[in-house]
């Protein structure tokens, strides 16, 4: 059985190519404030492992409505024979250029079998020039949906209902750049209900892409969890000849070990973006100076995760006092040393920036007077903690971002207005883990471990409630 196909069909600009990126989950479909941004018909297949589940055609909007409704008139016979007035139409007008759009709109609704979404925008009042094209697309003979997209913010909705029912067997509110997932999987049980033989393809669809879901978030989860582990293992070193000036080596390695966990947590990002098919996000510069100004190192940036000193206390999560001046260790060989840094066992430790307590670094004496200069892993115990909660940030504006979006990405780091805040069972829950990631080289079921920890969270997130 072949894949149902629907076609987003309405006036200019009122949101068809957005319903159409949106259900196809496609952000490559060209969306535009300036009518006429869709000239072109063009599939796009919604597809799941290599299986179409149903396929959106986005169309360019009708430009002479009356006229072509006047053609069809006149060469009306009777009422049952009006799709075959339609195929004659298209058939006379095909390679003229009196109705383009019309011909280019309403050649898949005739040749692919086509449902339709007669898309409307439900900010601006209703009109009698809609007639003509609601007429039209009654005489194909196609199942047929209006879908009323409220573009701005006025709101007509009751008064195109009204029209609207007089035309099309189902009218639904769909708000093309908001829609959720569960509004989609609603939208696509309603497609079922057009006609008898889509019911069970949209069905398996609706099961097909729950699961999909569910897919993307284990696998969004388990990159982050890699990342955290990652982060938390941190390490760089330079080796210093005897002559070498710490004080003028420390800040250039401090930089380079900042620079790399910011690499790491970009990496994380894109990997997320990928997995839920984002794949033309753009970052603006507000983007780029909120993180120059509360950077993954600043003071500020757990207070604005939520983290509160108080609650950090409760439960144990904040970090000792800086350690004061500098203790160099003189230790045998540097592989027994990384060794037992590793395990967290040297207490020889300096901190080089009072401000920040992330990275410290610690210098170990090597034979012949070479010097080791170590930087990381870290032992800020909110460190996990603001990546974890930015990752989750992140997640939750990429996961619910439809592809009709083609606004910057904005994380302006209120965590509170987005989400529930995290049950202290929860965040008991993953600072366990982080603790054993801080422990030694994370091992994989750890990782997996954490990643499960992360999905249900996330999973919690996507219901707006806590994960009981
Ligand atoms: N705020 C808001 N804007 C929307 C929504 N849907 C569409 N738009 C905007 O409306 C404009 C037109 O959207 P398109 O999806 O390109 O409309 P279209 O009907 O395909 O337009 P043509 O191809 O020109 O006929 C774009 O600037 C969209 O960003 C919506 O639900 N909310
Ligand atoms: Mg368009």
């Known amino acids: 059985m072949s894949a149902p196909v629907f076609a987003a069909v309405g006036h200019p600009n009122k949101g068809k190519s957005s319903i159409v990126a949106t259900l196809a989950?496609?952000?490559?479909?060209?969306?535009g404030r300036i009518p006429g941004t869709t000239l072109q018909r063009r599939s796009y297949p919604m597809k799941v492992d290599g299986e179409i589940l149903y396929t959106l055609v986005d169309t360019p909007g009708f430009q002479r409505a009356r006229r072509a409704l006047s053609w069809m008139q006149q060469h009306e016979t009777s009422a049952d024979k009006h799709p075959e007035v339609v195929r004659g139409f298209l058939k006379a007008n095909r390679h003229g250029d009196q109705f383009v759009d019309e011909c280019e709109l309403l050649a898949p609704l005739m040749e692919e079998d086509a449902g339709i979404l007669y898309v409307v925008d439900g900010s601006v009042p209703y009109g009698a020039e809609y007639e003509a094209e609601m007429e039209i697309l009654r005489w194909t003979?196609?199942?047929?949906?209006?879908?009323?997209?409220?573009?701005?913010?006025?709101d007509h909705i009751e008064d195109w209902r009204a029209a609207l029912g007089q035309y099309f067997s189902v009218v639904r509110v769909f708000n093309a750049l908001s829609a959720d997932f569960f509004k989609r999987i609603e939208l696509l049980r309603a497609f079922g209900q057009l006609k008898g033989e889509w019911r069970l393809p949209l069905q398996k669809a609706v099961d097909i892409l729950e699961h999909d879901r569910q897919q993307r978030r284990r696998q969004a989860a388990s990159a982050i969890a890699n990342c955290l582990a990652e982060m938390l293992a941190l390490q760089l070193t330079k080796k210093l000849p005897p002559s070498a000036d710490l004080e003028l080596e420390k800040p250039p390695l401090v930089k380079a070990y900042r620079r790399q966990q910011e690499k790491l947590e970009q990496r994380s990002r894109q990997t997320i973006e990928d997995i839920y098919a984002h794949k033309n996000i753009e970052r603006d510069e507000a983007e780029l100076e909120f993180f120059a100004d509360h950077e993954l190192f600043s003071e500020?940036?757990?207070?604005?995760?939520?983290?509160?000193?108080?609650?950090?206390?409760?439960l144990g999560l904040v970090s000792g006092a800086a350690v004061g001046g500098m203790i160099d260790v003189a230790l045998g060989g540097a592989s027994l040393l990384l060794g037992s840094l590793i395990g967290g066992g040297v207490g020889a430790v300096t901190t080089l920036l009072a401000a920040d307590k992330l990275v410290e670094v610690e210098i170990l004496h090597m034979p012949l007077g070479h010097k080791l200069l170590l930087a990381g892993p870290t032992r800020n115990l909110n460190f996990p903690h603001i990546v974890f909660n930015r990752a989750r940030l992140h997640h939750a504006l990429i996961s619910r971002r439809t592809h009709a979006e083609r606004t910057r990405l904005k994380l302006d780091g209120s965590l509170d207005a987005l989400l529930r805040p995290l049950q202290d069972?929860?965040?008991?829950t993953l600072e366990?883990?982080?603790?054993?990631?801080?422990q030694a080289e994370a091992s994989s079921s750890d990782r997996e471990e954490l990643a499960g920890i992360i999905a249900a969270i996330f999973a919690a997130d996507e219901r707006g409630e806590p994960d009981e």
């Open 300 to 314: 500020a940036s757990w207070q604005l995760f939520g983290l509160s000193r108080l609650q950090l206390t409760g």
């Open 25 to 31: 989950q496609d952000d490559s479909v060209a969306i």
């Open 425 to 428: 069972r929860e965040r008991k």
């Open 432 to 438: 366990k883990m982080f603790g054993r990631l801080r």
């Open 141 to 154: 003979g196609q199942p047929r949906m209006a879908l009323i997209n409220p573009i701005g913010p006025a």
